[in-house]
């Protein structure tokens, strides 16, 4: 047994025997109406909105208050509750607020909720019905979706992995951990469900993506994982559905990006947040997080060279397989691989670091594939 | 840093070489024909989309998975072609009848189509214009701030286990993604609840607290399964029931018939897992006695805590006075048996025939009586 709690409740006798006498004579105990807590009354700042965590932002209760290290609870309680001896250690490994909270975390969570769509119906799958694609189109549209289903799952499993080892106090991080990992198991079900209806069935898998996935998971502490997969990996991915909208070969195809990219976007927008806070709040981090973004650029450089994506993505941009569509597919490839990367760095900047530029071999392979680029007639 | 990529790629002139080819417009086209199966999935119903029972075709379908689930350890989607070295992610649940109930893309469907929002479908402002009596609402308060307590328990568990599900099992990993957002919703909901009141949180439950840490850290998939599942969400879904009944205002109302579907769609997956799991491994019957037997007095962690019953007896007689605390414990005394009985029921539906029997609950269920 990996816990056991202090006593066993089935015998111990005092407990039962208060247990029973409470509800034989109705001689309440009454002591938790007494609980040193806050007495607090929150309003809705926005009806329309509702009552939001924003509303609850209120003395202790409130996420304002949260102190830069959790000292006061390890246990299951609700932040603010009475805490009482004897209550359990929850185990948390995250108790220090910059290493997890973002700039409106809150909002990002509200939003997420009010958000979910759902795969199922919100799709017009019948639509496809009468879309018949051209084999180059469809296969690679499957293989664009094949490589986009393995990458949603590994982005549930990791977030997911760090909720219950993030201190109980950061409500609203949880809860938008979990938000996220409701999103991403979405993404996987409508891409694989896209992949399915193309005719071709699933593809291939693409090795080379599944060990940037992979570095993904195995990070040592939230800060870093956030910075890889929030940032950098769904940085790129949301640049990969904007493209993917443009070039989708049905309004089918569409939707579902538009749909995934509001989903996307909120997940950056919360990498951003928090790493504009870690950076404020931690200084010291700041080279941890250096050396962090050597490797995830390492493994996203990598990823360009899956060539079971890049290929796809050149046939879908180009619109076949002839070699004028091969010319127009490289030339769009081209300026959304050199995107990824602006965007990448320009976000980086934002969040105050702007000298990740200097450091970075990423950035010389962007200014090198530019030149190339520029110099082959192609403006990004 | 547990994982570092093999080389640096940006110096690496393989991988230059490849990407310069490609880009040059020298395509090696090595996925175009991947062996796999050409299926045109189309939904069955067009009023309820596209389900994954529309997809349960051939080998991409999941009454295909294996009970054991060998060579396949990577994030590669069910189905699809696997080439070159994939990594392997260290799944520790391999075996369909640890985790699969034959029921889950159905809940999993029912997830997404019954979502709520506890900002803006649960009609807040009404608790201005009626507030409710002191003690009702401390009583209210201090429930809720139980009920947290239970939620985020039931939110950390598909948390902790989903990332270790083989991949494969992709249908049921999406529910507990589904059961994560259920979560972290109810948790907000009755944080959201207790504190609108203006009575402020109450008392976080020692007893209740080492129960529920003791059932969320079970050793296996399958155990946890039972407690956070089965046993908590069963018990839970008893309360939210009763105090739907019992309601002090249609805020408590509405709020309790939302967590009620949630709660009912949980109970629904954890019987199914135990069955699924039993009719599989038949001989786990035994250890799943045993860890029942371990751990079943946790069951009277939750419902004997003060910081449950008490706050229960109020809301269900409607105050403090000697009238109405009587009617609470009659109430709160049938709610408890109620509890129990239906724990039982659904182990014994499962397939732990004899469980009532051999459990200590029900004899000490028995002893309860309300004087007069």
């Not at chain 2, 060998?70 to 072609?81: D, F, K, L, N, T």
Request: charged fraction near 25%; glycine fraction near 6%.
């Amino acid at each position: 047994m990996a816990y056991l709690a202090t006593r066993n409740f089935l015998e111990d006798k005092d407990f039962v025997d208060k247990w029973l006498y409470t509800i034989r004579t109705g001689e309440l105990d009454l002591s938790w109406m007494k609980s040193a807590t806050e007495k607090v009354k929150p309003h809705q700042a926005n009806p329309r909105r509702g009552l939001t965590y924003r509303d609850l932002d209120i003395g202790n209760y409130g996420f304002s208050a949260l102190p830069e290290k959790v000292r006061d609870n390890r246990s299951y309680a609700p932040r603010g509750a009475e805490i009482p001896p004897g209550v359990p250690d929850s185990q948390p490994w995250v108790s220090r607020k910059s290493e997890l909270w973002a700039f409106n975390t809150e909002s990002y969570y509200e939003e997420a909720v009010s958000r979910q769509w759902n795969a199922t119906t919100d799709i017009p799958w019948d639509r496809l019905e009468s879309a018949e694609l051209p084999e180059a189109i469809g296969k690679a549209l499957s293989q664009l979706m094949t490589f986009l289903t393995e990458v949603e799952m590994i982005a549930t499993d990791t977030p997911a992995m760090w909720l219950p080892r993030l201190n109980p106090d950061f409500i609203e991080v949880k809860a938008f951990i979990a938000a996220q990992a409701m999103d991403e198991a979405r993404h996987t079900e409508v891409f694989r469900k896209r992949a399915l209806t193309t005719g071709w069935g699933l593809m291939q898998a693409s090795p080379m993506n599944e060990m940037a996935l992979k570095h993904l998971r195995d990070a040592d502490s939230f800060s870093e994982m956030s910075v890889a997969l929030h940032l950098v990996a769904e940085g790129n991915v949301l640049t990969m559905f904007r493209f993917s909208e443009y070039l989708s070969p049905t309004d089918v195809d569409k939707k579902i990006f538009r749909l995934v990219m509001q989903d996307e976007a909120r997940h950056v927008g919360y990498g951003m947040q928090h790493f504009k806070y870690v950076l404020e709040h931690f200084p010291e981090k700041r080279e941890v997080l250096h050396a962090h973004l050597d490797e995830a650029e390492n493994i996203s450089f990598a990823g360009a060279a899956a060539t079971e994506l890049t290929e796809s993505f050149i046939i879908l941009a180009g619109g076949g397989l002839k070699r004028e569509n091969i010319e127009e597919g490289i030339r769009i490839t081209t300026i959304f691989n050199l995107k990824q990367m602006q965007e990448h760095f320009e976000r980086l900047e934002k969040c105050g670091m702007p000298e990740r530029k200097e450091r970075s071999k990423l950035y010389m392979m962007y200014e090198m594939g530019r030149a190339a680029a520029e110099a082959a007639g192609i403006r990004v | 840093m547990a994982f570092y990529a093999d080389k640096d790629y940006t110096q690496d002139q393989e991988v230059l070489e490849k990407m310069n080819q490609v880009m040059a417009g020298n395509l090696g086209l090595g996925w175009y024909d991947a062996r796999t199966e050409k299926i045109k999935g189309r939904p069955r119903d067009l009023r309820r989309g596209l389900t994954y029972q529309d997809l349960d075709i051939g080998s991409y379908g999941y009454s295909k998975i294996p009970e054991y689930i060998r060579g396949s350890q990577s994030m590669v989607a069910r189905g699809s072609e696997k080439v070159g070295k994939l990594p392997d992610m260290g799944y520790l649940l391999n075996r369909k009848s640890d985790v699969w109930s034959d029921n889950v893309t159905t809940l999993y469907e029912e997830a997404k189509s019954r979502r709520w929002a506890p900002a803006v479908d649960v009609p807040w402002t009404e608790l201005d214009k009626k507030p409710l009596p002191h003690e009702l609402e401390a009583a209210c308060a201090q429930l809720y701030t139980f009920l947290q307590e239970c939620a985020l328990v039931s939110l950390d568990f598909p948390s902790r286990w989903v990332p270790l599900v083989n991949q494969d099992l992709i249908e049921l990993k999406s529910f507990m993604c589904a059961q994560m957002l259920d979560g972290s919703r109810l948790l907000e909901a009755f944080r959201k609840r207790a504190l609108y009141g203006g009575a402020g949180l109450g008392r976080a439950s020692v007893s209740a607290e080492q129960g529920l840490k003791e059932w969320l850290w079970a050793d296996t998939y399958p155990q946890g399964s039972v407690s956070i599942n089965l046993s908590l969400a069963g018990l839970l879904l008893a309360v939210y029931r009763h105090v739907a009944a019992f309601a002090p205002s249609r805020v408590d109302r509405k709020l309790m018939g939302y967590a009620m579907q949630d709660a009912a769609r949980q109970v629904s997956y954890g019987l199914g897992a135990l069955r699924y799991h039993l009719q599989h491994q038949p001989a786990q019957a035994a250890a799943m006695n045993q860890y029942l037997d371990d751990t079943e007095h946790v069951i009277l962690a939750l419902l004997g805590s003060p910081e449950l019953l008490e706050p229960l007896i109020i809301i269900s007689g409607g105050g403090l006075e000697r009238e109405q605390v009587k009617a609470g414990r009659l109430a709160t005394a049938k709610l408890i048996r109620l509890a129990v009985r239906e724990y039982l029921e659904r182990l014994e539906a499962a397939g732990l025939s004899g469980r009532s029997a051999s459990s200590r609950i029900p004899r000490v269920v028995e002893r309860i009586e309300v004087q007069a």
